[in-house]
Every structure is written in C-alpha cells, then in structure tokens.
C-alpha cells in the first residue's frame, strides 16, 4: 500500500499581483475641458463676487488720499499714512466708536450667539413634529423683515406713546423712558436683534440635530443617562463642529454690528451712546466728506476681521475641529 504521506508536496502556483496602472496626472487645461459645463455655471456666481465684492477693493486707495469725489480715482493728491492718525492718534470720537463698538459684540456673544442654540434644543425635544413645524415658522417670520419694520414694532412697544406706557398711564402710574435713554441702547438693540434673527439662525442647529445617530441616544438611556446627560455628552459634542465654525465666523465680523439698526435709531439715543465704526465712516465720510479718514478705519476694520478669523481658526486647529477651512 502506497504511502501518501511521503508523497512530495505540489507546488501551487502563485497569482503575480499586477501594479496599479499609474495614475496621469490631468494638465489644467484636460480638467477645463472636462469640467467645461461645471465652470460656464460658475460663471455668473464669479462675475457677480468680482463685480461687486473685489473690484470695489481698489476703492481702498482712497485711504492713502485726499479723496475729492469728482475727480478720477488715483488722482486725488496722495497724503500717504495721514488719514489713519485718528486711529493711531487717539481721536476722541474714533476711540468711544471703538468703545461702543467692542461693548456691542461683547454683549452679542454672550447673549445673541448662544439663543439659537438653546432654541434649537428646545425644538428638537418637542415630540409633536406639527407642533414643531408650526413653532418654527412662527419663529421664522421676523427673519423677513426689514429693520425699518423692526424699529417701528420696538417704537410701537416701548416708545413714549407705545403700548407699554399707554398702559402704564392707564393704570395711573408714571411712563418710562426706554427708546430715549441711551443707558438703555444696548439692552435695546440686542433684544431686536434677537428677536428679528434666532429663529431663522436654528435652521442650521436644527440640521446638525437631524443628523446625529438616534444609537448614539439609545446607548447613552441604557448605560442610565438622564436627559441632561444625553444633551451635555451626545447632542452638544455632536454640535460643536457647527458651533465652532460659526462662533469663528462671528469673530471676523465682531466689528460690524447692524449699521442699518442702529443709524435708525441714532437721533433717539444719541450719538454718544450709539455711535459705532460703521456709523462712524458714514457720518464723517458720506456726512461730513472726511472719505480718506472713513476710509482707512473700514480698511483697517476689515484688516482686523481677516486676523481675527485666522487667528480663531489656528486655535481650532488646535483643539482638533475643522474650522473654516483645513490644512492640507
């Protein structure tokens, strides 16, 4: 009987593994032409950015002028730096802008920034879905408005012939100064600008909530989370991404905040109150025809917004989030 066990082992024969046939390199002109459709749909979006957002940048050699508006820009006689002295000089109506200027934003973040975030919350524990859709756009309403409305409701409320003190005189007590005491400027435009633009801003929460794992939630009931516990260590961590992003966002334009609100309701509150880097270059530089001064603190604002949003977007780096945009 033969023996298999001494039998020579046959060779199996091996597969060679082909390399991956390598990859060309597409020249840019081979990608415009295979792209050919997606670049003519760009075209109006790139001709409207360079037509009213890049081409306007060249207005900027008017800060480095004695700008006369009838004469041809770059023709102007040139003063070179001395339009930004009443930045660098401590000019008293320059430095209480930037004042009201810093105390707005400052109150914005703490109080405007973190309301659509919270709305959103509490929208998205309604378990009623019509009741949601209902709330959200009752919510959204004041988004379409114009400021112009805006202050006329706000007059219509706290004026001194508004709702409020007409109630007040009908109970026999003493009217209160709101819409005319400039104390209360701030406390004023924040309230309008959270009313007008919270609902519409949880579009972007509400999103982000739809999109985290309902598992997540699930694991968190059985390992005994309470409600609070699955918010603090599912559903905010799921948000922090957009959180960042947006909070980045809003540092670069902290030094804007709301021209058209407040010029309307300049005359009420006073200037001293009220006046801020963007109503300042339109009051010395529309109104008072100081354009090279208005226009080197508008450049030297936007200059600030640029180094803000870099510098918040490297901590982000930092601390693991994408930001606006990410390394390569």
């Known amino acids: 009987m033969r023996d298999h066990t001494d039998a020579p082992e046959t060779a199996v024969p091996r597969r060679r593994i082909s390399a991956p046939p390598p990859v060309h390199k597409l020249s840019w002109t081979q990608r415009a032409r295979r ?91 309604l378990l009623s879905e019509r009741l949601k859709k209902i709330v959200q756009s009752i919510l959204y309403l004041p988004h379409f408005l114009s400021w112009v409305i805006v202050v006329a409701v706000f007059q219509q409320m706290l004026g001194g012939t508004g709702l409020i003190n007409n109630a007040l005189r009908a109970g026999g007590h003493g009217t209160v100064n709101i819409l005319g005491n400039p104390d209360a400027f701030i406390a004023v435009i924040t309230s309008q600008v959270i009313w007008k633009d919270t609902g519409w801003a949880t579009i972007l929460f509400l999103a982000v909530l739809a999109q985290i794992s309902p598992a997540l939630y699930e694991a968190a009931k059985v390992d005994g989370a309470s409600k609070m516990r699955q918010m603090w260590h599912v559903t905010l961590p799921g948000m922090r991404g957009i959180i960042v992003l947006l909070l980045i966002l809003r540092l670069g334009d902290s030094l804007s905040v709301g021209f058209e609100q407040i010029i309307l309701q300049q005359a009420a509150f006073g200037r001293d109150a009220s006046e801020v880097l963007d109503t300042y270059v339109y009051n010395n530089g529309v109104i008072g025809g100081q354009w090279g001064v208005s226009a080197a603190v508008g450049l030297v604002k936007g200059l600030v917004g640029v180094v803000l949003v870099y510098g918040a977007n490297r901590v982000a780096h930092i601390f693991g989030e994408a930001g606006v945009y990410q390394k390569r």
């Not at 360079?50 to 700008?67: D, H, K």
């Not at 001395?82 to 973040?109: C, H, M, P, R």
Request: without cysteine; glycine residues 6%.
């Open 35 to 125: 792209d050919k459709v997606l670049l003519l749909m760009a075209v109006p979006g790139l001709g409207l950015l360079l037509a009213f957002f890049y081409l306007p940048l060249l207005g900027n050699l008017i800060a480095f002028q004695e700008y006369l508006p009838f004469v041809p820009l770059g023709r102007s006689p040139w003063v070179g730096f001395d339009n930004f002295s009443v930045i660098f000089d401590g000019n008293s109506e320059f430095l209480n802008a930037v004042k009201n200027t810093l105390q707005i934003t400052f109150i914005q973040v703490i109080f405007v920034f973190p309301a659509p975030i919270l709305l959103a919350l509490l929208l998205n524990s």
